[in-house]
């Protein structure tokens, strides 16, 4: 890295959280005033005598250049002065995302349900399980009603839940509280959200491999300049959003901990789509679920996500639900078709209709997309349970 790259970088961010001119009594822009000129003087140095022996970066790069240099985690650096509650978010973001995972002998992925009630697939999650035990923990969050568990794995693993409403902001407290449970066990490195309608795609070994070989958190993540994309975004959500942030994806995602972490912690965010994303909101019917994560991420950390989701759904028909499997409609045929795409699609809900394909690259390879599937009717479940083994087969 360039010394004066550093340099120039280091002074824009240092203007940035210069403190108001007008603060009687305020030492610290004349303590900040000095503090830049002794860095600029410093840097300028190493630029015009680089050292031999040391290197000025050297010293400079664990102090004082690091530090300015990746202190904005966002694709654009704003102009404007921050506000306080974007100081302290940001500050608590970057070090969550410069963390290192915390080392953890016995990895496991956390399955999180969100479910109204009963899951009709849990004796095909068990099949998925089986032979697996320590390498999973299950949530499940049922909002409706008690669930009666039929698999020994999702006995006892309810978590306290609320009511859930479809479209509201009671649908991301209830992923939040999820993944808040999730947590609190220390081994848990990747989190997977799924419904009642969600079923396995490959085998347990494969989707580990998969979720744990990689650094990257798979969100859902498109621009959509249509009405159920951009237009449902309100001047409400300046300054801390900007329209040209404002992103949207699917629901279901499967993180790492650092993000789980993150999305925890957020408030400033969440909190700007808790009172300006809500359906019937100054007559735009905007759904967080949708709209919050993919947002979120494109800012703050861009090429951390995979910008498709790892579960599968059918959007083809171009209806206002995605296409949902009935038992006639089982087949290895189907589900081989489903494990084999290897291509994201986006399309845009303008009357431009923009069809957006991108290879699904994992660590530079193109690999094949989905590990889940969603919306499969409870019929389905003796059809899949029968296939399984053959459909997972690699
Ligand atoms: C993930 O990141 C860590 C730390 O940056 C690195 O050591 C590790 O090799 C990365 N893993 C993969 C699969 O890229
Ligand atoms: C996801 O999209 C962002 C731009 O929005 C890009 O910077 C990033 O590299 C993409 N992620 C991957 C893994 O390609
Ligand atoms: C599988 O994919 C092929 C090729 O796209 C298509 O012709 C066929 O109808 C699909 N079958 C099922 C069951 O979806
Ligand atoms: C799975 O079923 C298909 C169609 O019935 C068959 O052709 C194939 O050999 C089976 N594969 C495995 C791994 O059992």
Not at 125 to 150: C, D, M, N, Q, T
Not at 224 to 233: I, L, M, S, T, V
Request: proline residues 7%.
């Amino acid at each position: 890295m360039k010394v004066h790259d550093a340099w120039q970088l280091s002074i824009k961010d240092m203007a940035m959280l210069q403190p108001p001119r007008h603060r009687p009594g305020s030492k610290r822009p004349m303590w900040i005033i000095v503090l830049v000129s002794l860095v600029c003087v410093s840097l300028i140095g190493a630029y015009v005598y680089p050292p031999r022996r040391f290197s000025a970066c050297y010293f400079f790069a664990s102090n004082v250049c690091s530090p300015f240099k990746d202190w904005l985690p966002l694709t654009t650096v704003p102009s404007r002065e921050l506000t306080d509650d974007e100081i302290a978010s940001r500050v608590v973001i970057k070090d969550i995302l410069a963390m290192p995972s915390v080392p953890s002998k016995n990895q496991k992925i956390a399955f999180m349900f969100l479910t109204p009630g009963t899951l009709p697939f849990e004796k095909l999650w068990e099949k998925f399980l089986l032979g697996h035990e320590g390498r999973f923990s299950i949530y499940v969050h049922a909002s409706r009603e008690k669930p009666v568990h039929v698999s020994p794995f999702f006995v006892g693993r309810d978590i306290r839940s609320q009511k859930v409403e479809w479209g509201k902001i009671s649908m991301i407290d209830a992923e939040r509280r999820l993944l808040a449970n999730a947590l609190q066990d220390p081994d848990n490195q990747h989190f997977v959200l799924l419904s009642d309608s969600c079923v396995p795609l490959h085998n347990f070994d494969y989707v580990y491999n998969y979720l744990m070989g990689t650094n990257i958190s798979f969100i859902d993540c498109f621009k959509d300049p249509g009405p159920h994309g951009n237009a449902r975004y309100t001047a409400h959500m300046m300054p801390e959003i900007a329209e040209g942030d404002f992103r949207k994806g699917s629901q279901w995602f499967s993180i790492k901990r650092q993000h789980a972490l993150l999305i925890v912690a957020d408030s400033l965010y969440y909190n700007k789509f808790k009172l300006y994303c809500k359906p019937g909101f100054e007559g735009r019917n905007c759904y967080a679920d949708e709209h919050y994560l993919p947002t979120l991420f494109y800012m703050v950390d861009p090429t951390g996500i995979a910008n498709w989701s790892v579960t599968h759904v059918d959007w083809s028909e171009g209806k206002w639900h995605p296409k949902a499997y009935r038992a006639k409609d089982i087949t290895y045929e189907l589900l081989k078709n489903i494990t084999s795409i290897d291509q994201s699609f986006h399309v845009t809900s303008d009357e431009k209709r923009l069809v957006m394909q991108k290879p699904c690259m994992w660590n530079g390879m193109k690999r094949p997309c989905y590990l889940f599937g969603r919306k499969f009717y409870p019929e389905t479940l003796d059809k899949l349970m029968n296939l399984f083994s053959n459909y997972t087969a690699i």
